[in-house]
T-cell receptor, first 113, second 111 residues
Framework: NAGVMQNPRHLVRRRGQEARLRCSPMKGHSHVYWYRQLPEEGLKFMVYLQKENIIDESGMPKERFSAEFPKEGPSILRIQQVVRGDSAAYFC???????????FGSGTRLTVV | SQELEQSPQSLIVQEGKNLTINCTSSKTLYGLYWYKQKYGEGLIFLMMLQKGGEEKSHEKITAKLDEKKQQSSLHITASQPSHAGIYLCGAENTGGFKTIFGAGTRLFVKA
């Protein structure tokens, strides 16, 4: 069981480019969560998805950020026209109904230059 | 909205010493999680507490939830370098499905 797989581990983008972060949940998990961790800060919730549905996106910035979890394939967090303030570690976690706690991926560290 | 405050923010201890990390919630806790994050890596689930007065242990780490269910403590006995990392408490957000997290406590263990 490979756990939650995130790629890439590190991503460098120039201001104005698009960043695509991928997350493959743990086998059998149908719930995916995205969190952002800014330097020296805690984890901030961004979005909660189930297959083909966004359940809670209350933590997502209104502009430039979007997320999806298609029927087939990984969950994608997309950031358009990145700015320096988007530099952070982005973590994906998965779970299934009845589970206690999340299984986290190792994160994608986005650096905007 | 619910907020979690962790103390201390950072901690440096000598190997072999005991330590305690606290997590205080602004609202009643219905599920309190403790995670450990190694520097530069993802989070690892340690344990979950639900009932007032509940206490759980995992190896040399013990977590407790107070009777009023608004504060939890994490205690490490005889700390080792492998205990170093960031400890985060998380709580189920009332009315939602997501977990909110405290800012974390950074633990450094000196050999």
């Amino acid at each position: 069981n490979a756990g939650v797989m995130q790629n890439p581990r590190h991503l460098v983008r120039r201001r104005g480019q698009e960043a695509r972060l991928r997350c493959s949940p743990m086998k059998g998990h149908s719930h995916v969560y995205w969190y952002r961790q800014l330097p020296e800060e805690g984890l901030k919730f961004m979005v909660y998805l189930q297959k083909e549905n966004i359940i809670d996106e209350s933590g997502m910035p209104k502009e430039r950020f979007s997320a999806e979890f298609p029927k087939e394939g990984p969950s994608i967090l997309r950031i358009q026209q990145v700015v320096r303030g988007d530099s952070a570690a982005y973590f994906c976690a998965s779970t299934q109904p009845g589970d206690y706690g999340y299984t986290f991926g190792s994160g994608t560290r986005l650096t905007v230059v | 909205s619910q907020e979690l405050e962790q103390s201390p923010q950072s901690l440096i201890v000598q190997e072999g010493k005991n330590l305690t990390i606290n997590c205080t919630s602004s609202k009643t806790l219905y599920g309190l999680y403790w995670y450990k994050q190694k520097y530069g890596e993802g989070l690892i689930f340690l344990m979950m507490l639900q009932k007032g007065g509940e206490e759980k242990s995992h190896e040399k780490i013990t977590a407790k939830l107070d009777e009023k269910k608004q504060q939890s403590s994490l205690h490490i006995t005889a700390s080792q370098p492998s205990h170093a990392g960031i400890y985060l408490c998380g709580a189920e957000n009332t009315g939602g499905f997501k977990t909110i997290f405290g800012a974390g406590t950074r633990l450094f263990v000196k050999a």
